[in-house]
């Protein structure tokens, strides 16, 4: 039979078609599909769990990669280190005629499925082969159900298969009867069943073996590489453990994320030298003309395909061989956050709405306000502490799938075509709107100076270095990464209380550093979705002066005080590695996806500060100056 199919349509959602002759689809949102739908991972359609197959087969009937190659983004893959071209997974629909577009294929696995009727436990192979009409009832007992077994075998390198079932129940063995029964796979004679004990015992029907199954059981690694692949890794004397299904471990996406900036930001969809730049058959086509006369044969063409004059197609190549549409500009590799700060706090000339990147500088409009407020009130020393305020009325986001890792995230990057071999990663273009703002360095320089809050900062440096968090972009844990981290929580937390905004739709982004040749000290709060509406232009208008001022006044009032207070506040160490101190739940804690740091390196006391233990608010050094003069 063939194997299933995971989609992916147009407006962000997919399907995945299971490998009976009906053909039914799964709905999959298209970001899924790089995160915990990516290659690799083990989905839940409507009957069986499946796993997504590597990149390499990716492809149409004829072999030929599909997804489209995204253009403009040299600067991000310049950032992410990236030589490589980037592609959106293919996308499909469902039709009356059937499944229209590619889809990326999977696998049905666990390949094992269990009886459900407790007396039975009956282990069967594949029992689905053959019979597009199965029903999943025992073959043994014929009354219970079977369902695909909770457990896999994973290895931190990597490495997926099934729990090697046969082998754990002869690892028992004593008699020759036993040591030499071999594997049956058309016929059920393991079978998996209560002890009465609280444990489950393995046992054979053949002959007669019995064994208890532990899932805690750590083995060699007994399988091919991948579910799909028909290729066993080299020996690793490290063991595999067995997961169940819903083990968070068991798949973990490397995903990075980028924001497109000028001058490819500002390019001019629709044009001739755009729609020759992104058609890069056409382009290379014209680039291996030997001749004159070949070139000007291929400029007929193409003139005749786009409808437009051969002088123009003439003219956007001149633009090309400029170097369009970076012009020359140098991109230094691995500068990916101080790409972003200095586009954000940059003001660009003669901005289009409809360009890719629009942020509205809202500074002046800011300071202004801050004058009409009373000497030496909390809102005017709010109003001292922001720098820079912007309104991101547009803005695209370049999200690239690296690839997966299992157990942890110390363990092997495995990339998306498993071999590293490809020449394309793949991505999605995710469109929204965002609001930005600075701080005051002055300010913020005087505040982190504080010896108290070095030394609170080092101790939670210290468990992270000893932790096994990695991030995409790594954490310079300080006082002034601490207090961004913790703001951009709470302000999320208020923007979803009083702007009516889900936390789990909003993302953020830290600008940290103290380097004094270029420091950053910014926040983005953003929402980006795969579709090219992106939203309603609500979030952006959270940046209006009156509007934030409100809000970041109630975050100052909230990280005074929180309801598990005084236990939250006092607190040494909480959450995984004991990175967060007085961070809770009830107070700087969010949806997971929101945060770029796992929701840990939190601390509300570099916020409201600790004056019985010498540690004064950031909010002092503000003072009654709003245009950032001391």
């Avoid at 003001?347 to 000497?375: K, Y």
């Amino acid at each position: 039979m063939a194997h299933p199919t995971v989609n992916a349509q147009c407006r962000g959602y997919g399907v995945a078609k299971s490998n009976m002759s009906d053909k039914r689809l799964i709905p999959v949102r298209l970001s899924h599909l790089l995160r915990h739908c990516s290659v690799g991972a083990v989905v839940r359609g409507p009957e069986y769990l499946l796993v997504v197959r590597d990149t390499r087969e990716w492809t149409d009937r004829a072999g030929a990669t599909v997804g489209r190659i995204i253009p403009y983004v040299e600067q991000v893959k310049s950032a992410m280190e990236i030589d490589r071209d980037l592609r959106e997974p293919p996308i499909a629909s469902e039709t009356s005629k059937g499944v229209k577009g590619h889809c990326v294929p999977a696998d049905i696995f666990p390949a094992w499925m269990r009886c459900l009727n407790s007396r039975c436990g009956a282990l069967h192979y594949k029992p689905w082969r053959g019979d597009d009409n199965y029903r999943f009832t025992c073959r043994v007992c014929a009354k219970g159900r079977l369902e695909q077994v909770p457990w896999v075998m994973a290895h931190e390198e990597g490495h997926l298969a099934d729990v090697p079932w046969h082998a754990i129940t002869h690892s028992n063995a004593s008699t020759p009867e036993q040591k030499n029964c071999g594997r049956t796979w058309d016929v059920p004679y393991l079978q998996l069943k209560q002890n009465g004990h609280g444990r489950m015992d393995l046992q054979c029907s053949v002959c007669n073996v019995v064994r208890n199954f532990d899932p805690r059981d750590r083995l060699l690694f007994d399988g091919n590489r991948q579910p799909w692949l028909r290729i066993r890794p080299e020996y690793s004397e490290i063991p595999a453990e067995i997961l169940s299904l819903n083990d968070t471990r068991l798949h973990l996406a490397v995903t990075q994320n980028a924001l497109v900036i000028p001058p490819e930001s500002r390019v001019r969809r629709g044009t001739v030298v755009d729609r020759l730049y992104a058609s890069s058959d056409k382009l290379k086509k014209i680039q291996q003309a030997k001749t004159n006369l070949q070139k000007r044969q291929q400029f007929r063409q193409i003139s005749r395909e786009f409808q437009c004059a051969q002088d123009e197609i003439e003219a956007a190549m001149v633009e090309i061989d400029k170097g369009y549409p970076l012009y020359g500009q140098q991109i230094t590799n691995g500068l990916l956050l101080e790409s972003e700060y200095e586009a954000l706090t940059d003001f660009i000339p003669d901005l289009l709405d409809d360009e890719d990147f629009v942020p509205r500088h809202m500074t002046d409009q800011w300071r202004e306000m801050g004058r009409a407020q009373n000497s030496n009130s909390k809102l005017m020393k709010i109003v001292g502490l922001i720098d820079l305020l912007v309104a991101i009325d547009r803005l695209k986001e370049i999200m690239v799938l690296k690839g997966f890792q299992r157990l942890s995230r110390d363990g092997a990057l495995v990339p998306p075509d498993i071999e590293g071999k490809t020449d394309w990663l793949p991505a999605l273009e995710l469109y929204g709107e965002g609001l930005f703002f600075t701080l005051n360095e002055l300010f913020l320089r005087q505040w982190e100076s504080q010896t108290s809050f070095q030394t609170r900062a080092r101790e939670v440096a210290r468990r992270y270095k000893g932790s096994d968090f990695s991030f995409e972009s790594e954490a310079d844990v300080s006082p002034r990464f601490l207090l961004l981290h913790t703001l951009a929580h709470m302000l999320i937390k208020e923007l979803e209380s009083q702007a009516g905004y889900p936390a789990a739709s909003l993302k953020e982004r830290i600008y940290c550093s103290t380097i004094l040749e270029q420091p950053m000290a910014g926040i983005l709060i953003y929402v980006a979705v795969p579709d090219v509406v992106g939203s309603l232009g609500g979030l952006s208008e959270q940046a209006k002066p009156q509007r934030l001022l409100n809000l970041l006044s109630r975050v100052f009032d909230h990280a005074e005080w929180c309801s598990l207070d005084p236990v939250c506040a006092e607190h040494q160490g909480q959450g995984p590695g004991l990175l967060n101190r007085a961070a809770c739940h009830a107070c700087a804690l969010i949806p997971e996806p929101c945060c770029a740091y796992a929701n840990v390196l939190l601390d509300r006391i570099f916020i409201r500060g600790d004056r019985a233990n010498g540690l004064r608010p950031i909010l002092d050094f503000a003072g009654e100056c709003v245009d950032g003069k001391a």
